[in-house]
C-alpha cells in the first residue's frame, strides 16, 4: 500500500512562511496531478493547490499570489511553498497525488495530513 508521508506544518505567526513537503512511500507510476488540498474542522477538505506532469497549476483563489506548488513526479514528492500567512490559512493540509489505473480510471492517494496554525 502507498503512503503519502507529509511533513513541514507547525505554527507561524501571520505574515510568516511555511514549506510544506509530501513523498511517497513507493513510486506512483502514470501520474496525472499533484497537490495539496486543506480541511477546517466540520468543514469540507477544499483545493489549494494542484499542479499537472506537464507543469499547469491551479490555485484556489484565497491562495493565489502567495502560495506555490512544485512537484518532481519522477521523485513522487510535491511541495508547497506558503508566505504571507494569515489566521484564516489555518487548517490542516492534505498531499494528494492522481493517476490514472490500469483499467483508464483516476485514483487517489492521500496522506495523513499536516497541521499549520497561523497566529495573528
Known amino acids: 500500500q502507498v503512503q503519502l508521508v507529509e511533513s513541514g506544518g507547525g505554527l507561524v505567526e501571520a505574515g510568516g512562511s511555511l514549506r510544506l513537503s509530501c513523498v511517497a512511500s513507493?513510486?506512483?507510476?502514470?501520474?496525472?496531478?499533484m497537490g495539496w488540498y486543506r480541511q477546517a474542522p466540520g468543514n469540507q477538505r477544499e483545493l489549494v493547490a494542484t499542479i499537472t506532469t506537464d507543469g499547469s497549476t491551479n490555485y484556489a483563489d484565497s491562495v493565489k499570489g502567495r502560495f506555490t506548488v512544485s512537484a518532481d513526479a519522477a521523485k513522487n514528492t510535491v511541495y508547497l511553498k506558503m508566505n504571507s500567512l494569515k489566521p484564516e490559512d489555518t487548517r490542516r493540509y492534505y498531499c494528494?497525488?492522481?493517476?490514472?489505473?490500469?483499467?483508464?480510471?483516476?485514483?487517489?492517494?492521500w496522506g495523513q495530513g499536516t497541521q499549520v496554525t497561523v497566529s495573528s
Open positions: 513507493r513510486t506512483i507510476f502514470r501520474i496525472k496531478s
Open positions: 494528494n497525488i492522481k493517476n490514472r489505473t490500469p483499467l483508464g480510471n483516476d485514483y487517489d492517494y
